[in-house]
């Protein structure tokens, strides 16, 4: 089942922060986050795999609440480069399954 | 992070032909990797999980006759759209699970392959 994610799109200017939501309907095994700029392949941002994990590289993080079945992705001092559609992707409990991705959250950073 | 390639980047085909997409994983070898496929501003659409040496597992909704997935070797699945139509149109993109990434899980995306059947 696809994630829900929101908000379905977002405009920051440069240094602004933003926050995007990922929930579930279902348990889950792990979180994942791609970003996607227009006409190109997604890239891995993160995955994220245990309850109450959070993890971050540059000033994009991301935590995992198991029990709620959500995830967080956070964009901290936004740059043009941080625009694109930002995609999570969900794998349910037992591991090795497919991960069904949400419908994107697309970010546009402007000067 | 891995390298997954695709090949072509682009293809525009006459309809009623057939067109082969290859996927290759670069620098690690990939047992499974996914077919997906998207269209104009909206989500990757998982189309089947290709396995090294065995038959790929479609999604429900996709003709296995018509989407022909073969994963020859640990590093190189291929996508064949039979008999492509206008309506077959698409971003098709791989994804190769990497095997020791920061965990068992992780995808790394090919860059894509853009189809247009006229």
């Known amino acids: 089942q696809q994630p829900v994610q929101s908000p379905q799109a977002v405009i920051l200017r440069e240094g602004e922060d933003a926050v995007i939501n990922c929930s579930s309907s279902?348990?889950?095994?792990?979180v994942h986050w791609y970003r996607q700029k227009h006409g190109e392949a997604p890239v891995f941002l993160m995955i994220l795999l245990k309850g109450g994990e959070q993890k971050g590289h540059d000033k994009i993080s991301a935590s995992f609440n198991e029990k709620k079945q959500q995830s967080s992705l956070y964009l901290t001092a936004s740059q043009l480069s941080y625009s694109g559609t930002y995609f999570c992707g969900t794998e349910g409990k037992g591991g090795y399954q497919k991960v069904t991705f949400g419908i994107g959250t697309k970010l546009q950073v402007i000067p | 992070g891995a390298v997954v390639s695709q090949h072509p980047s682009w293809v525009i085909c006459k309809s009623g032909t057939s067109v082969k997409i290859e996927c290759r994983s670069l620098?690690?070898?990939?047992?499974?990797m996914f077919w997906y496929r998207q269209f104009p501003k909206q989500s990757l659409m998982l189309m089947a999980t290709?396995?090294?040496?065995?038959?790929?597992?479609?999604e429900q909704g996709v003709e296995k006759d018509k989407f022909l997935i073969n994963h020859a070797s640990l590093t190189l699945s291929t996508l064949t759209v039979t008999s492509a139509h206008p309506e077959d149109s698409s971003f098709y993109i791989c994804s190769a699970r990497f095997p020791s990434g920061p965990s068992t899980d992780t995808q790394y995306f090919g860059p894509g392959t853009r189809l247009t059947v006229l």
């Open positions: 279902k348990a889950l095994y792990s």
């Open positions: 290709s396995n090294e040496g065995s038959k790929a597992t479609y």
């Open positions: 620098d690690f070898q990939a047992t499974t």
